[in-house]
C-alpha cells in the first residue's frame, strides 16, 4: 500500500468518526419540564419571517377608442388601470418561548435522561 493511500485511508476513517459523533450530539435527549433537576426560564425571542401578500399599483393605459370628439373615427385615450401581484412582506415578531435547562448545582451528560449529576456531589476517599 503506497503511503498516498495510506493517508487516504487514514483521513477517510477520521472523517467517518467525526460525522458520528456530531450525529450523536444531535440525537441528545431535549430536557422537558418532567424531567428531574430541570429548571426553565422564559425567553422573548424575535421572529422573522416572510408572509405571502398581494400588492397593487395604479398606471394609466393608452387604449384606443371609437368615441372621439374631434372628428376622428379612432382616438387614443388614457385609463387608470390597477394591477395585482404576489409579494412577500417581512413579518418582525415578539414570541416567548420556554427554555430548559439544568437547575443551579446540577449538570447532564449527552443522552442523560434530566440533570443526574449534582456538581458537588462526588465524594473523595482520600484523607488529609
Given at each position: ?54 400588492k ?36 418582525t ?36
Amino acid at each position: 500500500m503506497s503511503q498516498t493511500s495510506c493517508f487516504l485511508f487514514l483521513f477517510l476513517i477520521i472523517l467517518s468518526t467525526t460525522a458520528n459523533i456530531e450525529d450523536d450530539f444531535h440525537d441528545d435527549i431535549e430536557l422537558t419540564s418532567d424531567m428531574p433537576n430541570v429548571c426553565s426560564k422564559v425567553e422573548t425571542r424575535t421572529v422573522t419571517k416572510l408572509v405571502p401578500c398581494l400588492k397593487s399599483y395604479d398606471h394609466l393605459v393608452k387604449v384606443w377608442s371609437h368615441n372621439c370628439s374631434n372628428g376622428r373615427r379612432i382616438c387614443p385615450i388614457y385609463e387608470h388601470r390597477t394591477e395585482y401581484y404576489r409579494s412577500e412582506q417581512t413579518v418582525t415578531k415578539e414570541v416567548n418561548a420556554t427554555i430548559y435547562h439544568c437547575c443551579l448545582g446540577w449538570t447532564r451528560l449527552i443522552h442523560d435522561y434530566g440533570c443526574p449529576i449534582g456538581k458537588n456531589s462526588f465524594v473523595s476517599d482520600k484523607k488529609y
